[in-house]
């Protein structure tokens, strides 16, 4: 499923929630970590919006990100 930006629905905010879950677990994130886990949401949704994608995929590529930061998909700020 590919996430478009902007509104999202129930089943694009599982895939992003259990994205989310997974790569902070990968990478050993506490859930009161709430800069990183931000940072970490933020890569998940631009990652999201640039192909279809799984909760596996999506964590597997941002957790791959996370750890080789000149690799990572340029994040698109909305004014």
Known sequence: MKVPNGHYDNDQLSVLSAA???TCKELDISGTDDVIRERIAVQLLALAQSEPCDP????????EQFR????????????
């Open 20 to 22: 989310l879950i997974l």
């Open 56 to 63: 596996e995929s999506l964590s597997a590529k941002a957790v």
């Open 68 to 79: 080789n930061p000149l690799r990572a998909t340029p994040i698109n700020r909305v004014a």
